[in-house]
Each structure stands twice: as C-alpha cells, then as structure tokens.
C-alpha cells in the first residue's frame, strides 16, 4: 500500500515535471491584432437561397457586427492556454474549415481524437460534433476553447481577462452588444454568429438545381440532367441519387439529410468492430449498445476536406467511393440502406445481381457493382458541390497582422 502510494507520487511528480517542461514560462500572446474593414463585411444576407426555400442560416439571424466580433476570436490564438492556437489552426477556410490532416494538432501538439469537422451551413445542422453530443451552437463554441486536447482554457475567468487585456477588443465589444463588458456569453453568441455565417449555397450544383427549376416544372429537380454538367459529373448525379441511393442519408440541401430539423446518424459498416463509440446509447430494435454510429456529414465542399471519415482514414474520395462499392463491414448495426436486399421497408432497394444469394436478408453487406465511370462520376459529382466564394472570401479569412 505504502509502495503504491510513493510510486503514485512520483508518477504525479513526473507527469508535473513533463507539465512544466512543455509550458515554457515564456510563453506569450504572440504580438498581432486584428486589421478590420472600415464597414463591417456583410454577413447577413445569403447570395441565394437553399433548395426548397431553406435559409443557410436556419433560423438566426446574422449580425455583422456581432459576427465580425466572432471572426476575430475564431482566429485568436488568446483563447488557447499556450496562445498558440486558434479555433481557425484546425478549422482552416482553404479547406472549408476543415483540416487537411486526419486528426489536427492541439495546444501541446496533442492530437484530436477525430477528424476535424469542415464547418459549412452550421445554422442547418442541429446535432454537432461526429456523436452528435451537442445541440446547441452557442454552447458548443465554447467547448474547444475549454477541452483539454484542443485549446486547454478552461478557466473562464482568464479567458475573459485575456479578452480584457487585448486592447482591440473593447471597440468591437461595444460595436456588437451597445458595451464594451466581456462576458463569457458573449464570447460564446459571437463566435457562434460567425460560425453561422460560414455559408455555402452557390456551388456549381446549386447553380444546376436552379437552372432546372427555372426551366419548369419538375417535381424532382434533382434528378434531371443539369445544362452546366459535363457528361460524366451527371452520370454520377444519377448514380448519386437513383442508383445506389447515397442521397438517403446524403440528401437535403445541405447534403446530410432530408429534413434540416431531422438529426442522422448511421453506422456504415466501416469496420466490424470499432475503437471509437460514436453516438452512445442502445439499439431501438436490439437493445444492444449502440456502436459505430456517427453523424451524416454534409457532403458539401467535400473534395477539399479530406481525409475523410470520423477518423481520416480516407485519403481521397475515390478511396471513399470505393469503399462503399465493396468495402462495407457486416456490422451489426450497419444501417439497414447499406444491407444486401432488394426490398427495404416499403422501398426498393439496389437490385441484387443473379449470383447473389441473400442469405437472412438483413445483415449482409451490399455490394454496389458500380462500373469505373460511374466511380469516376460520383467523384465528378462530388467535386461539384465545392463553393469556391466560401473558401476564398475575405470576410472568413484571419484578419491578424503581426506587429513588430
Ligand atoms: C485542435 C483542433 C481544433 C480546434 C482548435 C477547434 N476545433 Fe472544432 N473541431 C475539431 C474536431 C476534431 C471536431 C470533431 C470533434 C468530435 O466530433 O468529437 C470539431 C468539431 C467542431 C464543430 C462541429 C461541426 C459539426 O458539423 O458538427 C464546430 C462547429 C467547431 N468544431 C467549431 C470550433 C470553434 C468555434 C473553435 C474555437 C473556439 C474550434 N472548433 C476549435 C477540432 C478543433
Ligand atoms: C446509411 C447512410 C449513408 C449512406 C447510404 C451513404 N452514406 Fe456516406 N456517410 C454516412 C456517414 C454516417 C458517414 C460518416 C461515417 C464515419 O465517419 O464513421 C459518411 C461519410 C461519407 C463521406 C466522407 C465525409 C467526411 O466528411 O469525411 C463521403 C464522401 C460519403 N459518405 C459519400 C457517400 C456516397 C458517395 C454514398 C453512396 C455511394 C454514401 N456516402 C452513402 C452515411 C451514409
């Protein structure tokens, strides 16, 4: 008992000396502020529409000064304990703020337990993070700042006197909330304003859609042959959309569902068993724990955000595209949209080749069968929906400058 407890103080001893020995006292804000247009950029108003009438905002309503507040502290490495990172050094725009690694590099140079999340249309998306364990983006916005592998700040109290201290950020206090009084809930209303204002609604896709709506009546836009596609980015639209059904989870206007209120997750069958939990809880119909389940990402922007998967383990998409023509898992819980049968519920699924024998028709992997061009078109298709005014525009960029 006596050994165990020294042993354990030594450990403590260690772990303290290792603490010290990657927290250099010297670490300092590093010497930047902020370079902000005379007006405010426009944040509030959406170049066009969603399909369906959705607004890219959900139901907020963005304010510019409010969100040009935000913008300063997505980008301001003050919210980390070492002040070396920002919510903007995982979240990158180049990228849709997404991160070109499979898991991203925190305040010690820790590494994320998952993929960085690309952040597009955050109004939409009413289950956050990979498990979906967060609801509300006000909330959420303040957990990285706090959690110990990605910015390490817990302390609230510092974090609004690092606020404090940073003399730029009294005028945009004031210019927001009509006070220049940092609160927590502030900063917290801030940066999720920005966060919503990351939108994207004009990809070459949307500019399709549109350009069939306007064009006449169908019912199911999305299925018509776009004039602005090339032959094969259509090939790999029908393929999306008709053929091998990746729009019943990837559909809606933002990709990740049919209804924006409807949170969805789905176990995929990327491994048989999986080292990370996903969405927690219990099977409905099994009553066994739930596993592997994790949220439907939006697919939009998704040609510049890989690695894909809750775990990066995708370096490009036509690895991704592979995989689902015949790398899925027999999970157990692997959704039922992505089990061998030729009838799900009330709709017809896939057709199953003659040689294919369906053995209890549930739990069997599908196999798509898809030819190389229709592989080669829903890659073309996906490259469609990437906006390039979200991932160049100046109004999401780091407005810091280095002073000397
Ligand atoms: C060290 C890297 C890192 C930093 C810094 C970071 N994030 Fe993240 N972010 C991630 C990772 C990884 C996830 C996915 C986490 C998970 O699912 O458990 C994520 C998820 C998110 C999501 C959820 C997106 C969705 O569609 O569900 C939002 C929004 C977000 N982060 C915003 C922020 C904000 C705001 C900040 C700064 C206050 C920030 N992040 C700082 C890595 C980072
Ligand atoms: C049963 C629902 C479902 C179906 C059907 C489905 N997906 Fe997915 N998709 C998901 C989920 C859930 C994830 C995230 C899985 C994870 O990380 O564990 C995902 C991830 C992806 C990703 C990577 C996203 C990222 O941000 O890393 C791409 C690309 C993708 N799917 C494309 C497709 C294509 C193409 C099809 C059709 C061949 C398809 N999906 C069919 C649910 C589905």
Known sequence: ??????????????????????????????????????????????????????????????????????????????????YRVSC???????????????????????????????????????????????????HMVLQPIANHEEMGLSDTLEMENRIRNAEYYAP???????SSEVTTHKI???????????????????????????EGQSIAPQFEPFPNYTALENIGKEAFFRKFFCSQCHGGPNFNGFNPDFIQEANIGLDLQYNDPGVAGTDFET???????????????????????????????????????????AHPQ???ELRQQSIVGNHIGPAIPDDQEIIDGRMIPMRMFMTGEEQAGIVAFLRTLTDYTMITDPKFSDPFQSVE
């Open 334 to 336: 692997l959704a039922p």
């Open 188 to 214: 917290g209303l801030a940066l999720a304003q920005f966060v919503k204002s990351i939108i994207s609604v004009s990809t070459k896709y949307d500019h399709g859609l549109k350009a069939v709506v306007d």
């Open 172 to 178: 945009l206090f004031a210019d927001a909330f009509g």
């Open 287 to 329: 009553g066994q724990p739930n596993n592997g389940q994790f949220k439907i990402p939006s697919l939009r922007n998704i040609a510049v955000t890989g690695p894909y998967m809750h775990d990066g383990r995708f370096q490009t998409l036509e690895e991704v595209v592979s995989f689902y023509n015949s790398g899925i898992q």
């Open 1 to 82: 008992m006596k050994q165990k407890s020294i042993l354990f103080t030594m450990l403590i001893a260690a772990v303290a000396t290792a603490f010290e020995a990657c927290m250099p006292e010297e670490i300092e804000p590093l010497s930047r502020v902020p370079v902000l247009p005379s007006t405010p950029y426009d944040y509030a108003t959406a170049p066009m529409e969603l399909h369906g009438g959705f607004s890219p905002f959900g139901d907020s309503i963005i304010d510019n000064e409010v969100a040009t507040l935000g913008r300063v502290l997505f980008y301001d490495s003050r919210l980390s304990l070492n």
């Open 88 to 138: 903007g050094s995982c979240h990158r725009q180049q990228y849709a703020f997404g991160d070109n690694r499979a898991t991203s590099f925190g305040f010690f140079n820790d590494l994320t337990g998952r993929n960085t999340q690309q952040i597009v249309n955050a109004g939409l998306q009413k289950g956050l993070f990979w498990d979906l364990r967060e609801r509300v983006l006000d």
